[in-house]
């Protein structure tokens, strides 16, 4: 399994709004409703932020809202705040029951 | 609130056996719908899922590391652990234990992870 295509590096200014793609195949994204998008800051664990394509856990900002589109899903980011730089990483379900995970982004607010 | 930390060896020589335990606290791994995922990243580099375990003890692995891997679950001691055979250098990593909610590849919470490093 390769793992999810996502951009290496996105930036955006404070209010602004970001997009990070993640193209995978109709094996991973494209065949199941099953993608997350995970937030890591430097050293630290990293925190689920949407799982299955668009949902959003009760603790994290409505400011963070996914999508998908065939074979790529997105994760938008609204209102950019400078505590949102970070390293963004996708996973998706894949056939044979497996995971596979994005190369990550980092988001650099400007 | 379920918690989860690893522990293990942060050194390992090549060619030997990477052993590292996964303690769950605020929850049981025996929970139904919850599968128990360890999850590796290389320094400065991208996250890798290693496999996935349920407590009746069917496990999933990733199959490029199949042939080198088992994940185990010791439900008496609320634990799972995972033993990486044959290292080299390139298994030199932060590897993390993560619930995944119904084994789709939904990991909440994370521990918070240990450095392994593999040198001789």
């Known amino acids: 399994q390769s793992a999810l295509t996502q951009p290496a590096s996105v930036s955006g200014s404070p209010g602004q709004s970001i997009t990070i793609s993640c193209t995978g195949t109709?094996?991973?994204?494209?065949?199941?409703?099953?993608v997350s998008w995970y937030q890591q800051h430097p050293g630290r664990a990293p925190k689920l932020m949407i799982y299955?394509?668009?949902k959003r856990p009760s603790e994290v900002s409505n400011r963070f809202s996914g999508s998908k589109s065939g074979n790529t899903a997105s994760l938008t980011i609204s209102g950019l705040q400078a505590e949102d730089e970070a390293d963004y990483y996708c996973?998706?379900?894949?056939?044979?029951?497996?995971?596979?995970f994005g190369g990550g982004t980092k988001l650099t607010v400007l | 609130q379920v918690q989860l930390q690893e522990s293990g060896p942060g050194l390992v020589k090549p060619s030997e056996t990477l052993s590292l335990t996964c303690t769950v606290s605020?929850?049981?791994?025996?929970?139904?719908?919850?599968?128990w995922s360890w999850i590796r990243q290389p320094p400065g580099m991208g996250l890798e899922w290693i496999g996935y375990?349920?407590?009746?003890?069917?496990?999933n692995y990733n199959p490029s590391l199949k042939s080198r891997v088992t994940i185990s679950v010791d439900t008496s001691k609320n634990q799972f652990s995972l033993n990486l055979r044959s290292v080299t250098a390139a298994d030199t990593a932060v590897y993390y234990c993560?619930?995944?909610?119904?084994?789709?590849?939904?990991?909440?919470?994370w521990g918070q992870g240990t450095l392994v490093t593999v040198s001789s």
């Open positions: 375990i349920y407590y009746s003890g069917s496990t």
């Open positions: 993560a619930r995944d909610d119904g084994g789709i590849g939904e990991f909440d919470p």
């Open positions: 299955d394509v668009t």
């Open positions: 109709s094996s991973d994204v494209g065949g199941y409703n099953y």
């Open positions: 996973s998706s379900y894949a056939s044979t029951s497996t995971c596979v």
């Open positions: 605020g929850g049981s791994v025996s929970s139904g719908y919850y599968y």
